[in-house]
């Protein structure tokens, strides 16, 4: 745990791999890149290119406004000059439509301005009258994404001339909100992109609500001091709570990889988030996600350095009072992995005391007319009426302090 001003992270999640090839796709969806075969070879006989250890850096929680600091190894085995460029995705560019519905699909070209960017998300959503988020028949739009070619030159997109670049996976988008995104959108079209929202079932509104919001990679302002093949990372945190995430270009001749940077800042007994430009909001929960089967929803953690066991009261407020968001305090504890050995017979090897969450506070969520504790039914669980413990679109619920980092999550 990293709680001074600039003190080294001893031990971040550290993971080595073989040598990986950067494909530009955002950061934490590709990982460090795809598996390279022949630079791995290169590199295990010392022949030629840059070894990075660790691929992947996902830390500790760290203190807020503090800086955090990581080291990590290049060994270049190429005769090529190695150039760092810390990265992060920034938000530079937003556009909204309102649609109208008509109970069946629809289609629109997406803005051209719009798709020169590094990263493209495209959300859609719709308002409802009924204080519930219950799909009813499987309502909603899902969304996909075409590379339209203008085959015949008319300026019409026609079925035959497009081409699937984002599909939603099967049962997955069911809910009001469906999300889309695509990395360096005008290299990948043609004379345009189309988006389709299809339609599930009957609609309960008269307009589609769509988002375009366009990402670019820029420079992330951070410390790095190199000495030979030894570099340390000095990244200054802001004073709000939230997950953070960015990358590490390392590029030599025509080769390049990318380090993920993920970490989370905690504040002493308080949250405080703040709105960002970047991929990832931590004041923003993309609701209504519950849906039939109930499996999907939106998550956000905040952590929370607490000392001493105390119950604390937290309170939590949203803008959309058609919106239900369900909040959760956990706590560390400490779990004997050795005790699931069922046999008389010692066990094959010896299992230590893990750190694991225990659930000190939670909402409750209505199913039918009983209202039922969260996890009753297992982890994630969907509702079927709007509930809160004010009846308003504030929530409060009480739970206990224990030491330790405690995630508070909202879902």
């Known amino acids: ?39 791995a070879v290169e590199i295990a006989s010392g022949k030629d290119g840059v070894l990075v250890e660790p691929a992947l850096l996902v830390t500790s929680p760290v203190e807020a406004g503090s800086d955090l600091v990581f080291d990590f190894n ?23 439509l309102t649609l109208k519905s008509s109970n069946k699909d629809i289609r629109f070209k997406l803005p051209k301005d719009m798709l020169d960017c590094d990263l493209l998300k495209i959300s859609s959503y719709y308002q409802r009258e009924a204080r519930s988020t219950k799909l009813e028949r499987y309502e909603g739009y899902d969304l996909y994404l ?10 019409e997109a026609q079925d035959a001339e497009l081409e699937a670049i984002v599909s939603p996976p099967r049962d997955m988008g069911l809910g009001f909100t469906s999300e889309a995104r695509i990395h360096n959108p005008y290299d990948r079209t043609n004379d345009g992109a189309v988006a389709i929202l299809r339609i599930r079932d009957k609609i309960e509104s008269d307009e589609i609500n769509v988002i375009l919001e366009g990402f670019n990679w820029k420079t992330w302002e951070i410390g790095m001091n190199l000495n030979g093949k030894h570099s340390r990372i000095s990244i200054p945190t802001t004073n709000t709570t939230g997950v953070y995430q960015g990358r590490i270009v390392v590029e030599y001749g025509k080769e390049r990889q990318c380090i ?40 956000r953690f905040y952590p929370i350095y607490h000392e001493g066991r105390d119950l604390a009261s937290i309170e939590v407020t949203w803008e959309d009072q058609d919106t239900d968001i369900d909040v959760y305090l956990y706590g560390q504890n400490t779990f004997n992995a050795s005790e699931i050995w069922p046999f008389p017979a010692m066990a094959p090897i010896d ?33 079927n009426k709007f509930y809160t413990s004010t009846g308003k679109n504030r929530e409060i619920i009480t739970g206990e302090l224990t030491d330790g980092l405690e995630p508070d999550s909202l879902a």
């Open 351 to 383: 299992v230590p005391e893990r750190k694991v969450l225990k659930e000190n506070g939670r909402s409750t969520q209505v199913s039918g007319i009983n209202v039922l504790p969260y996890g009753d039914r297992g982890v994630g669980g969907s509702y």
């Open 1 to 39: 745990m990293h709680t001074g001003n600039s003190r080294p992270l001893k031990r971040p999640g550290i993971f080595s791999c073989p040598q990986l090839t950067d494909i530009d796709e955002e950061i934490f969806a590709q990982g460090s890149g795809i598996a390279n075969a022949k630079r």
């Open 260 to 299: 993920p940077v993920s970490f989370s800042t905690y504040r002493h007994d308080e949250i405080r988030i703040n709105n960002t430009n970047e991929i990832y909001e931590n004041a923003k929960i993309y609701g209504r996600f519950e849906a039939e089967p109930s499996k999907f929803w939106d998550t």
């Open 74 to 96: 290049i060994t270049n085995y190429s005769s090529e000059k190695i150039d760092l460029r810390p990265q992060t995705l920034i938000r530079d560019k937003r556009s909204e």
């Open 146 to 155: 075409y590379n339209w070619r203008d085959v015949n030159g008319d300026g």
